[in-house]
């Protein structure tokens, strides 16, 4: 017997605070101490392994996944059933998430639709969720739930039926239409052979999952309780990690992970993000001086020198050419030099400053840049460096994958 034991998700703390809606979010946020539970959940495989249903026995293969699928669901989404409980809807609809995205928040199907509901864009921005640059709630599973199952009732009280309603919600109801148009009947049975067989596949793996689920396949035990105190931010301008990374010790790893609608590395504007509450304080007693740093990181560039050389002109220069080879502009060799024009003549010495980067006398490590890289999370990797300090030595308009980057050696 499997047994998995862990935390509820962070991102549960929301889950039980279903008090009142409000006009955006559909919630309100209470931000006093919030209980985390441990629990134990089993797998009840015996049970699975007995089954006589033929259609049931052959998922067995996968049963291990299906059950830790289970799991995650129960203990990381209970407030997935309560939605679907009170909006009345048929009970199978709860599992959508494990047929749809296997409960991964970044999941994208590849045309578009993101987060464990595989949400589209035209059914999120009908349910009031927030996409931008900076944010997209289809990936916060408890925004992205309430939209959903609203999206759900909005179609069942349309079609009166939940294998319509599941076609609509995975394409359109214009889909549905042409379907039935076709047909002429809006008899599911007789339209079935017009539908693509991989609605069909998912239709009958839900309806699987369901059963399976009615069967007790899993098993959760309350074993301890413990108090942790979390909150939400809220903040009237956005701030970048790094600027964060380089003036607090906040975990910006645990709230990537507590806040995955987050698209860039800033917490945005006008925006809540669930966030350790000492961290909070953190954050609210130093925010005058991160959104100063904020400006500096902005202006940071590489630290250059100016050597001054001497050019002594030879047969053939002109000032085109020497800008050319020197790597300067013809404007900056005139402004040096003091000439009133553009004429010089042979044996002439003119001035001539070439940069350098303050780098001669340091010690570097080399640094190529990953996938997911941000620079608050190069920083990280190496010891006493700063985002600050990258900046100071590398050229960067844009952390690109594959650039290597001076790291300095502390």
Request: include cysteine; charged fraction near 25%.
């Amino acid at each position: 017997m499997e047994k998995i034991v862990k935390y509820i998700s962070l991102l549960i703390l929301f889950s039980v605070l279903l008090v009142s809606l409000n006009k955006y979010y559909g919630y309100e946020i209470d931000t006093s101490s919030l209980v985390i539970v441990n629990k134990d959940c089993n797998c009840k495989n015996r049970k699975l392994n007995t089954l006589n249903d033929s259609n049931l026995a052959k998922i067995i293969s996968f049963n291990s996944e299906i059950c830790q699928l289970l799991c995650k669901k129960k203990l990381n989404h209970p407030y997935i059933d309560t939605l679907i409980r009170k909006n009345n809807l048929p009970p199978e609809f709860s599992f959508l998430p494990i047929v749809n995205s296997q409960l991964n928040s970044h999941h994208n199907n590849g045309l578009g639709s993101l987060g464990i509901w595989e949400l589209n864009y035209i059914y999120a921005l009908h349910n009031g969720l927030k996409m931008n640059q900076y944010v997209d709630e289809r990936k916060d599973p408890i925004r992205s739930s309430f939209a959903a199952v609203n999206q759900l009732k909005f179609l069942f009280d349309k079609y009166q039926d939940p294998n319509w309603t599941l076609l609509a919600f995975w394409s359109s109801p214009a889909h549905v239409n042409n379907i039935q148009k076709t047909v002429d009947s809006r008899v599911w049975e007789e339209c079935t052979a017009n539908i693509e067989q991989e609605y069909l596949d998912k239709l009958s793996l839900l309806h699987d999952i369901y059963r399976l689920d009615t069967l007790g396949l899993v098993e959760l035990k309350k074993t301890q309780s413990v108090e942790s105190v979390f909150d939400t931010i809220v903040l009237n301008q956005k701030i970048s990690f790094n600027a964060i990374y380089d003036l607090t010790t906040v975990d910006l790893n645990t709230i990537n992970q507590n806040n995955p609608f987050l698209l860039k590395p800033y917490i945005p504007s006008n925006h809540p993000i669930l966030i350790n509450r000492e961290e909070k304080e953190i954050i609210k007693k130093g925010l005058e001086l991160i959104i100063n740093y904020e400006d500096t990181l902005q202006k940071t560039k590489v630290k250059i020198e100016y050597s001054k050389k001497t050019h002594t002109v030879e047969e053939g220069d002109y000032l085109g050419k020497i800008a050319i080879d020197k790597k300067v502009s013809v404007s900056d060799i005139m402004k040096w030099n003091k000439l009133p024009n553009t004429t010089i003549y042979v044996g002439q010495k003119l001035v001539v400053y070439k940069e350098e980067a303050n780098d001669s006398t340091l010690e570097f490590q080399k640094y190529i840049v990953v996938k997911g890289d941000q620079l608050w999370s190069i920083a990280q990797k190496f010891n006493g460096i700063t985002v600050k300090n990258i900046l100071e030595h590398n050229n960067i308009n844009k952390l690109k994958e594959g650039t290597a980057l001076k790291i300095l050696v502390k």
